[in-house]
């Protein structure tokens, strides 16, 4: 398979669709190594507190959100997106490396910043290449089988993480090393470049486009709020779930497996309904439920934690298809790539905000009223952020159904 390859007309067939999702899957295996062990593996290790501990997570996403749009853009100018894909996770392997290594916490930070604008790279060119596999009809699928395949991801990095942690926190971070590197080789065998008929616009000309459908932006803010709530799943919750219920790694990862599994398992039917069904009606549905599960995570006793976490999993996957669909529907095909760039983008300022917001506000309750009204109050605030994105979103999404641009 040489890397001048490109997508055919006919959908594609089962072995390319599985070596898409079994590619999504080891890119974000490595996303949640370190969760389960934060507060071994940042706070205990450089003497920080919870909020500074949460920047670990934070400083990841900022670099994603330098870098995503200028992936798009890239791949959309030169049209070549394979070896970007390929250099970029040689590159997340070589910061995770370089984290295991004895440095100040700023130096710390700085690697994790680079290692943030890697794997983002990789993830938006891979969700790029997605996209222009099964035309109109079949890119629900596709989108799905991608999809479920990052989620598994994350769900089984987790439980992994955890384990290796409890003998090393710095074990998590050389497995993610391994696991990228694993990538990297799938990614030359299973990628292929989208057709190289369409026109390659400068990077003028996609400004230009992306000014003129500025209805791309409804998906963006769902993208924004959803991953500002998975932030705090993937930072505030291991410190509340180790810090307030007791929970030692190996069972925080579980506990997060358990929201991410189903996630992920889900998001291959719910990407096929997308196809079929209304995606305004799956993404303000799933929001709300989401929503409100999220808001009163708080108040859950420790033995509703496990089966809670796979419900609040469920309702994600309605929504998290859809929203990357919108966006495919509502941008040109030449500008596809820098829609899912900044699809990537406005993912990655929530994933920033989520954690730092569930610090700020865990931390500042804790203060007045201790620490169990410090986490109820920052996943309040997470839940609540979702419902009103929810509520404030749906007149324009029906607006836009109305006109046809989606449905």
């Known amino acids: 398979m040489n890397s001048l390859e490109v997508v055919p007309d006919t959908p594609p067939s089962k072995m390319r669709l599985a070596l898409m999702g079994a590619l999504a899957l080891t890119i974000m295996i490595p996303v949640t190594l370190p969760v389960p062990i934060l ?38 100018r030169i049209g070549r997106r394979r070896p970007l894909v390929i250099g970029a996770l040689w590159l997340d392997a070589v910061c995770f490396v370089a984290m295991t290594f004895d440095m100040p916490f700023t130096t710390f930070l700085g690697i994790r910043l680079i290692e943030g604008c890697a794997h983002i ?15 109109s ?28 942690g409890q003998v090393d926190p710095l074990r998590p971070l050389i497995a993610g090393a391994m696991v990228l590197v694993a990538a990297s080789a799938l990614a030359a065998a299973a990628l292929v470049e989208p057709r190289s008929a369409e026109s390659r616009p400068g990077v003028g ?9 500025r209805a791309i932006i409804v998906p963006l803010v769902f993208a924004f709020a959803d991953r500002f709530t998975v932030g705090f799943y993937t930072t505030t919750f291991s410190l509340f779930a180790s810090g307030l219920h007791g929970a030692d790694p190996p069972q925080v990862g579980l ?11 889900l ?4 990407g096929a309904l997308s196809d079929r069904f209304s995606k305004t009606a799956l993404l303000c549905g799933g929001s709300a439920i989401y929503g409100m599960l999220t808001a009163t995570l708080g108040f859950w006793p ?11 999993g469920m309702t994600a996957a ?29 993912g990655s300022l929530g994933f920033i905000f989520g954690p730092l917001t569930g610090g700020l506000v865990s931390e500042a309750v804790r203060a007045s009223h201790g620490p169990a009204a410090g986490y109820q109050a920052a996943f309040g605030v997470a839940g609540a952020a979702e419902i009103l994105c929810a509520v404030v979103a749906l007149p324009f999404l029906l607006k836009l159904r109305a006109r046809g641009l989606t449905t």
């Open 205 to 213: 000309a996609i400004w230009r486009t992306v000014k003129e459908n």
């Open 255 to 265: 506990w997060i497996s358990a929201f991410m599994l189903p996630f992920a398992l």
């Open 39 to 76: 507060r071994e593996l940042v706070g205990e290790r450089f003497a920080v507190s919870e909020l500074l501990t949460s920047l670990f997570m934070s400083i990841n996403m900022i670099g994603a959100a330098i870098a995503a749009p200028f992936a798009g853009a890239l791949a959309d």
């Open 137 to 164: 009809h079949g890119r629900g699928l596709t989108m799905g089988i991608t999809g479920a395949g990052m989620m598994l991801g994350v769900a089984l990095g987790a439980p992994i993480g955890g384990l290796l």
């Open 267 to 270: 998001s291959v039917p719910f």
């Open 318 to 346: 309605v929504m998290f298809v859809p929203s990357m669909l919108m966006t495919t529907d509502l941008a040109p095909p030449q500008i596809r790539s820098t829609a899912l760039g900044a699809f990537n983008t406005a």
């Open 121 to 135: 790279f990789a993830l938006s060119l891979l969700l790029s290449i997605a996209a222009s596999l099964g035309g």
């Open 302 to 312: 420790t033995n509703w934690i496990g089966p809670g976490m796979a419900l609040i």
